[in-house]
């Protein structure tokens, strides 16, 4: 394989204005820069990205930990940041934490390792551990995604989760029912206690009591939403109509209801969050908060090359506002 020296004995240049060239460090004549490509070309050289990086301090890559890819709104989220980065010219680097602090903090290690240009973490709350390692990023740029900390030093892009509690919850009042629980995410992280708050303020407009018999805890899985739905049914009465704070649990529900000899949404309507893909195939389709999921991350991937750039700003809280989706999962009350 070539190396610099034998292009510029090729162009007829030194090796510091082949170096120039490369990493346009310096202004070279277009002549000159032309007898280099070519003397490039000519001996199929290929300067080494990492010794480039070296020498500019920037990679053209982008690090992003994700709490779990398989949760196909994280998937989707993913795919977006994906898309954006390459119409930019940077590659994604991508980590699943699967929600443990350890591996989150080895795949961090491991990005500063490659010398990535910033990091975008998705999901972040509940790891802690990672927030304490931003004092050894030092200059890093860092854009958290849907869930975490406020913080001077990071931007925080989420969803305005209170919003879609409130669409979801008021569409089911909408529809004359009456009798409404929620399956909700884990108390511990901020969307399912905004969606609730959500759910609660629409109850309470409408003059409608909150039964806390009917708000089941989940945490954010299919296995969770079957779960909160058997429990919900095995009470001596059940709500007419559900929220149900993800479409993963959602399915879940979906299931259960199915498993006991329930129809949806004749005998129960359900709303769910996030409108994945899969939402639309269900039996019936999902009615769902829709999360502009490009968006989001088109916003992470656009204030964290602000950051890398050097762009000062003065908002580090960025929230995008979900709209509701209308399917077949909702019925009015009572039920034709």
């Known amino acids: 394989m070539a190396n610099i ?11 510091t204005t082949v170096s120039h060239v490369i990493n346009e460090t310096r202004f070279v004549a277009e002549e000159t820069r032309e007898r280099v ?19 500019v301090k920037e990679t053209n890559s982008i690090g992003m930990l994700v709490t779990t890819s398989s949760n196909p709104f994280f998937a989707e989220v993913v795919r977006g940041v994906e898309r954006y980065c ?32 910033g990091l975008l973490i998705m999901c972040s709350e509940g790891q802690q551990e990672v927030f ?52 909700t995410g884990p108390h511990s992280r901020a969307p399912a206690n905004q969606r609730q708050a959500g759910f609660e303020q629409a109850l309470q407009e409408a003059g409608l009591t909150v039964n806390q018999e009917w708000i089941q ?4 899985d299919c296995a969770s939403g079957f779960s909160a739905m058997q429990r919900l049914l095995a009470q001596p009465k059940r709500p007419s109509a559900l929220f149900i704070f993800n479409d993963m649990m959602a399915m879940g529900a979906i299931s259960a209801a199915h498993q006991a000899g329930l129809n949806i949404p004749q005998d129960i309507s359900i709303v769910g969050y996030d409108n994945v893909a899969l939402a639309q195939y269900l039996s019936p389709p999902l009615t769902t908060i829709n999360q502009p999921k490009e968006e989001l991350g088109r916003l992470a991937v656009t204030r964290l090359l602000a950051r890398i750039n050097g762009v000062r700003v003065d908002n580090h809280l960025i929230t995008v506002d979900p709209d509701l989706v209308i399917r077949q999962s909702c019925a009015p009350f009572p039920a034709p």
């Open 37 to 55: 490509f070519a003397a490039m070309r000519d001996l199929n050289y290929a300067p080494s990205l990492v010794a480039r990086s070296l020498k």
């Open 86 to 117: 390459f119409e930019q010219g940077y590659n994604l680097m991508l980590g699943n934490t699967e929600g443990q602090a350890e591996t989150a903090l080895s795949y961090l290690k491991m990005m500063l390792r490659k010398r990535v240009d």
């Open 132 to 183: 304490n390692q931003l004092d050894w990023l030092k200059n890093l740029p860092v854009v958290v995604m849907d869930w975490g900390m406020e913080s001077k030093d990071v931007d925080l892009i989420a969803d305005n989760s209170h919003r879609g509690g409130y669409l979801a919850t008021r569409h089911l009042i909408e529809l004359g029912h009456t009798d409404i629980g929620c399956i």
């Open 5 to 15: 020296k034998e292009v510029a004995a090729l162009a007829g240049v030194s090796t």
């Open 217 to 220: 805890e989940g945490d954010f």
